[in-house]
């Protein structure tokens, strides 16, 4: 089943809350390469694989990445980033970011054996690679404007008709939690410390300044900052540091966005029912993954209104990771019904889509979404 994607008509449609498109747009902040193996029967090897992949798959947009997260990810992650963009994974920022990270933690500090007999990695509970003024100054920060953009300039001409581009990029408060270490992060914000201030005011110029970037190619559809925020129950840390530390620069690529008419998203996990009234209030066009376990999405449209859009929701442990294709399309059915109406809303799960998702339960909400998402919605 091919559907062409429409990512101006569609999907724009839907995050600027303009009514009902003509189908639900679907989107995924990621899907694991197994499963683009599985549904493209090749290898994903190159940037026309990527796209070959979102565009068959019936995604509006690919989503790429630039700023200074991809350069955390490799100095702590070393060669397990993940990317295919391999020319980014070889420019000089990221290999001085990555021997830098070599130098002051190994990557078995970051495993952790997950349920399905491997491990995986993220983040230093602890302490990160800037724990001292010593390593904010010893960190290589290159120059934005000498970053690898080549992939985001060139990307049109790589683009079958109606498939759109989003990009990872603003990121600040996952990248202080990245650098400086989760629980060290946590203490350093809640007392303000020198190096935690000078470390924000690092990372926000810095992103600020990739974003300004961006938007002068052209080629892009719109910014999506990944920042996650929340845990099962409550926001990670008093909301109240969010808005005096964070929330400042989300404003000011709010602003640069506006230039150019684009809309700002946002990815977070966990709850982040809180702060729903200050994303709305700084100007967020979407929010997502809407984290089932986590937050009510009925009650996250009654905060949000009409005027910002929700994607995902659909929930990682079932039925997508332990349930049958059956219960996923039972369970993309209910989405559908209840929060497709009127539009304002894009189906995605309820945060990526990893390794261990079943392929027969993504191609089911896929499938679904394609075959049932049509408006007016059947009830």
């Not at 964070?246 to 404003?251: A, D, E, L, S, V």
């Not at 349930?323 to 989405?335: K, M, N």
């Amino acid at each position: 089943m091919l559907e062409q994607p429409d990512f101006e008509g569609r999907f724009l449609k839907a995050v600027f809350c303009q009514g009902e498109p003509d189908r639900i747009p679907m989107m995924e902040a990621g899907v694991a390469n197994n499963i683009k193996e599985e549904f493209l029967g090749r290898p994903t090897r190159s940037l026309e694989d990527e796209v070959d992949f979102w565009y068959t798959a019936g995604y509006e947009a690919i989503p790429l990445e630039a700023g200074l997260r991809p350069i955390i990810d490799a100095a702590i992650h070393h060669d397990n980033s993940g990317r295919y963009d391999s020319s980014a994974l070889d420019s000089p920022s990221v290999t001085a970011a990555k021997q830098f990270g070599i130098n002051r933690m190994l990557e078995k500090h970051l495993a952790s054996p997950n349920a399905h007999g491997g491990t995986r990695t993220w983040a230093p509970e602890k302490d990160g690679i800037i724990s001292s003024m010593e390593d904010l100054e010893a960190f290589p920060w290159p120059d934005p404007a000498e970053l690898n953009y080549q992939i985001i300039r060139d990307i049109r001409t790589f683009l079958p008709p109606g498939l759109g581009t989003l990009c990872y990029a603003g990121a600040i408060f996952s990248s202080l939690m990245l650098m400086m270490g989760l629980e060290t992060c946590f203490i350093h914000m809640l007392q303000g410390t020198e190096l935690f201030q000078r470390l924000l005011k690092k990372i926000g110029e810095f992103q600020v300044a990739v974003v300004e970037i961006l938007v002068e190619f052209g080629t892009l559809g719109g910014i999506w900052i990944n920042d996650d925020m929340g845990f099962k129950t409550r926001t990670l840390v008093n909301p109240n540091l969010y808005r005096r530390y964070t929330f400042p620069y989300y404003r000011e690529i709010r602003h640069i966005l506006d230039r150019k008419g684009l809309p700002l998203l946002l990815h977070s996990d966990g709850n982040i029912t809180d702060i729903l009234p200050d994303l709305v209030e700084i100007g967020f066009n979407a929010i997502h993954p809407i984290e089932p376990e986590a937050m009510d999405i009925l009650k996250a449209r009654q905060i949000v209104g009409d005027k910002v859009c929700l994607i995902g929701n659909l929930s990682l442990a079932f039925p997508l990771g332990t349930g049958t294709p059956a219960d996923v399309i039972d369970g993309t059915r209910q989405l559908i019904r209840t929060m497709a109406p009127g539009g304002s809303y894009v189906l995605s799960s309820g945060n990526s889509i990893p390794e261990y998702i079943p392929y027969e339960n993504w191609k089911a909400m896929r499938d679904t979404t394609l075959k049932e998402g049509f408006y007016p919605i059947q009830q």
